[in-house]
């Protein structure tokens, strides 16, 4: 066995477990419905509201956020925050996320 064998072997491995990875991050048709926004905006009724009266989650419309998609699509994250309302905000990259942060039109940002 030549010395280019095993390191094509480890390549091809490697390529082959990234690729899933690589797949994933692509948003592409992931893009929340109108419906989707309108639930997430809706708070509980009859619950207690928190210190604020909405809350502003940013994330990115891809399963590598699979957290913030389902947890505001199925009313989790609604369901912890009582009658505090849902603003969630999508982004295409996590510098204008930061950024939009960091300016404090976001409350909470899924990043990474």
């Known amino acids: 066995m030549s010395a280019a064998r095993p390191l094509t072997i480890l390549r091809a491995i490697a390529v082959t477990a990234t690729l899933p990875l690589l797949l994933t991050a692509c948003g592409y048709g992931s893009e929340a419905k109108k419906d989707d926004a309108k639930k997430a905006n809706v708070a509980a009724d009859g619950a207690k509201k928190l210190s604020a009266p909405e809350v502003r989650i940013g994330y990115f419309p891809n399963l590598t956020h699979a957290t913030a998609l389902v947890g505001i ?6 369901k912890e925050l009582g009658a505090t309302a849902i603003k969630p905000q999508t982004f295409n990259a996590g510098p204008s996320e930061i950024e939009a942060l960091n300016g404090g039109s976001l409350d909470i940002g899924f990043i990474g």
């Open 73 to 78: 699509q199925e009313g989790l994250i609604a």
